[in-house]
């Protein structure tokens, strides 16, 4: 079996496992923060005030669930679900936000197996394999909050990071800087990617 078949094998499995019931327990059994950040991004909806006064997570992907937002209601009052912002919840929000972050999910996936041809497709495709089923990962893939576009962004730094390490060029260092400085607007704990384009910086022999 090539190399890009299995991994086109191991995307569809991953992608089916994280997309595979999206709407258990909606709109009442559901994850303890999810309607905490559709409230705030509904909230900002509402009230054309940018700030979420919400200090728990850092600010990026409340203003992606806004964003998210605009576009399933903007659709939702073509088809006369609602006539005004008022009757629109974040009961009405989950299922795209979920499905947004299955997305990225999967999408981590592919992320990782391109850094990780570093040290050869097999390698890369075990470790593919690997995030595919790995228990933890598909569960939050399956959820609105943060941990799975914290992860797509960390291995999204990782992936640039590497590639600055090898190129030495100060555009992709900067792509790195951004892709961390995007994680860390994600997720606290997501500054931890800020190490990366630094390490890549400090060890790199190619030319800056």
């Known amino acids: 079996m090539s190399p890009k078949l299995a991994l086109a094998i191991v995307l ?5 496992l994280r997309f595979w019931n999206i709407d ?14 559709a409230e ?14 919400f200090y728990d997570y850092p600010g990026l992907y409340i203003y992606l669930q806004l964003i998210v937002g605009c576009i399933r209601f903007v659709t939702g009052a073509m088809s006369g679900l ?24 999967t999408a981590t996936i592919a992320l990782l197996y391109q850094a990780a041809t570093r040290w050869g497709r097999w390698v ?3 470790a593919a394999a690997i ?6 990962h598909v ?10 576009p914290l992860t797509f962004l960390s291995v999204a730094t990782l992936l640039v990071s590497l590639g600055a390490y090898e190129r030495g060029r100060l555009w992709h260092f900067a792509v790195a800087g ?8 994600t997720k606290y704990s997501g500054a931890y990617t800020l190490l990366l384009p630094l390490i890549a910086a400090g060890v790199t022999q190619a030319p800056i």
């Open 131 to 136: 995030l595919a089923v790995w228990p933890n």
């Open 139 to 148: 569960r939050e893939s399956h959820f609105a909050l943060t941990d799975a």
């Open 124 to 126: 890369a495709l075990t």
């Open 82 to 105: 609602w006539r005004s912002v008022s009757e629109f919840h974040p009961e009405h929000l989950f299922l795209w936000t979920r499905v947004l972050n299955a997305a990225l999910g």
């Open 178 to 185: 951004a892709c961390a400085g995007f994680a860390t607007a």
């Open 40 to 53: 705030r991004a509904i909230h900002m909806m509402r009230t054309g005030d940018f700030n979420p006064r």
């Open 24 to 37: 258990a327990g909606m709109p009442y059994r559901i994850g303890v923060d999810e309607p905490v950040i």
């Open 12 to 16: 569809a499995v991953g992608g089916v």
